[in-house]
C-alpha cells in the first residue's frame, strides 16, 4: 500500500465466504445490484470453485488503511483473448459509503486490470438511478456508452446504463493525474 492511500486490495479467499453473503444481503448494497436474489455461502462457494479458481473472476477485498475490511471489487467473465472483462464493486459497510473509498479502490482495481491481466477494456453495468455509482465511476475514467437496457428488479422496472474504459484513456487519466 502506498503511503496516503486511504484503501488497499488483497486478493478474495475463501474465508471470506461469510462476511461477502453477509454484504451482498444487506439491503443497501442489494437494491443496487442487477441480481437481487439472496446470496448463500454454497453459492458463493461454487462462485469461487467454478469462476474465481478457472480465472474467469479476479476479485479482491477492499481494506482500510487500518485493515478493517470494508467491501470487493472484481473483474468477471475475462476473456483474455479479447483483452475485455466486466467491473464490479460493493460497499458492504454503510458507515463506508460516501467516503471516496469505492473511487480509489476503482483506481486500485483499473491498475491491475490494465497492467497484470493485461485488459485492453473494461465495461460495466449499472442500475441507472444508483448515481453515487456513476458520479464515482466518471472520475475514474469510465464514460457513458449509448446502450441502455431496462430489468426487472424488487423495486420494479429499472433502467440500466452501461459504462467503459479502455487502456489508452486510463493511460492518459494517469498521466493527467500525476
Not at 10 to 33: G, H
Not at 37 to 62: A, D, Y
Not at 113 to 118: C, H, I, N, Q, W
Not at 155 to 166: A, K, L, S, T
Request: glycine share 10%.
Amino acid at each position: 500500500m502506498a503511503a496516503g492511500q486511504k484503501v488497499w486490495l488483497r486478493p478474495m479467499t475463501v474465508e471470506d465466504t461469510e462476511r461477502i453473503v453477509a454484504w451482498r444481503n444487506k439491503d443497501f448494497v442489494r437494491k443496487n445490484f442487477i441480481y437481487q436474489e439472496p446470496f448463500t455461502k454454497e453459492g458463493h462457494l461454487s462462485w469461487i470453485r467454478n469462476q474465481v479458481e478457472t480465472g474467469h473472476v479476479v476479485q479482491f477485498i477492499i481494506c482500510l488503511s487500518d485493515g478493517r475490511q470494508i467491501g470487493s471489487v472484481y473483474f468477471r467473465d475475462i476473456d483474455r483473448e479479447k483483452g475485455t472483462a466486466e467491473y464490479g464493486i460493493f460497499i458492504g459497510e454503510e458507515d463506508a459509503l460516501g467516503c471516496g473509498y469505492g473511487t480509489e479502490a476503482a483506481r486500485q482495481a483499473l491498475a491491475c486490470a490494465f497492467t497484470e491481466l493485461k485488459l485492453q477494456r473494461v465495461f460495466l453495468r449499472f442500475l441507472a438511478d444508483n448515481i453515487g455509482a456513476l458520479k464515482s465511476y466518471g472520475h475514474v475514467g469510465f464514460r457513458l456508452t449509448k446502450k441502455r437496457g431496462h430489468v426487472m428488479t424488487k423495486q420494479g422496472e429499472r433502467e440500466v446504463r452501461f459504462m467503459e474504459i479502455d487502456r489508452c484513456a486510463w493511460l492518459a487519466g494517469r498521466e493527467q493525474s500525476e
